[in-house]
């Protein structure tokens, strides 16, 4: 089953970047308000209160502790080219996800379900996802969706803007979720390890992992309708930006499908 990742040496991030992701961007980019957030986001030390809590209470992993582990992420960077290789921690929690957080020192978090229900690529695949939110610098606009009614509340006269920065960031957030699995594609380079990982996350029991039917899981993903932009737009002001409640393992598969569909992957491999 074992195959060999390609390195993709010299990706670079806006060669894959999800258009829905850019355009959200930049309208993130053109709210004064924001850069005025990442300032007190930076003299507060959101980042390091932000952080503090999982490095005080989780695993940290290195290669001596858990080599296999950590060659996981070593390999991750070597093939999307991140130059720095992040602080790993595991957490107990048996959803089969991760996450990254802080900015500048960004550290990734894996679930223990992770590590013990996925295989090989489908680790891959969730590691290079995580890796791609580093690579594409989301992260000090992450930290911001989630910190973002403290800072409103923080910074003097904030009070006379509207929502639509929240929902801005909101949506961006979830925008930011496909490019991130699309890295997480060219680094676990199997369509099919990254459709189980989709159908885990999405609801399948244990006891069915033996028989996993990834070809109707297909079939939903192409048949599911997207919506547009603006559409899309709406949605979210309605949505909660907690990646557990709402995975959107469908939706992604189905833009992952396109995205391979269309060449974008391959060119991305070549
Ligand atoms: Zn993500």
């Not at 060659?71 to 996450?99: F, H, T």
């Not at 949506?171 to 199997?190: H, I, K, P, V």
Request: aromatic share 10%; net charge negative.
């Amino acid at each position: 089953m074992e195959h060999k990742r390609k390195i993709l040496k010299g990706l670079e991030h806006r060669l894959y970047e999800h258009p829905f992701d850019k355009a959200a961007l930049e309208k993130l980019e053109a709210i004064p308000f924001l850069t005025k957030a990442s300032e007190w986001v930076t003299s507060n030390l959101v980042e390091r209160v932000y952080t503090v809590q999982y490095t005080g209470s989780n695993l940290k992993v290195t290669n001596k502790n858990y080599p296999i582990i950590h060659q996981y992420l070593e390999e991750a960077c070597r093939i999307l080219d991140l130059k720095k290789v992040p602080d790993l921690y595991l957490q107990w929690s048996y959803g089969i996800n991760a996450c990254t957080i802080g900015a500048e020192n960004p550290i990734i978090i894996l679930n223990s379900g992770l590590i013990d229900l996925c295989d090989e690529d489908e680790i891959m695949f969730i590691i290079g996802h995580e890796c791609g939110h580093i690579k594409s610098n989301h992260m000090l606009y992450h930290m911001m969706a989630q910190v973002i009614n403290f800072i409103i509340d923080a910074i003097s006269g904030a009070s006379l803007i509207s929502g639509g920065i929240q929902y801005a960031l909101y949506y961006w957030n979830r925008m930011s979720e496909f490019t991130a699995d699309r890295a997480g594609l060219l680094c676990c380079q199997n369509q099919e390890a990254m459709i189980r990982t989709f159908i885990k996350m999405a609801g399948l029991p244990i006891k069915e992992f033996k028989t996993i039917r990834t070809e109707t899981f297909l079939q939903q993903a192409h048949d599911f309708k997207m919506l547009d932009y603006d559409n899309m737009n709406k949605v979210v002001k309605f949505l909660s930006i907690a990646d557990e409640s709402h995975p959107w393992t469908v939706m992604r598969s189905a833009e992952l499908l396109k995205w391979i569909d269309s060449g974008g992957y391959k060119q991305c491999v070549i």
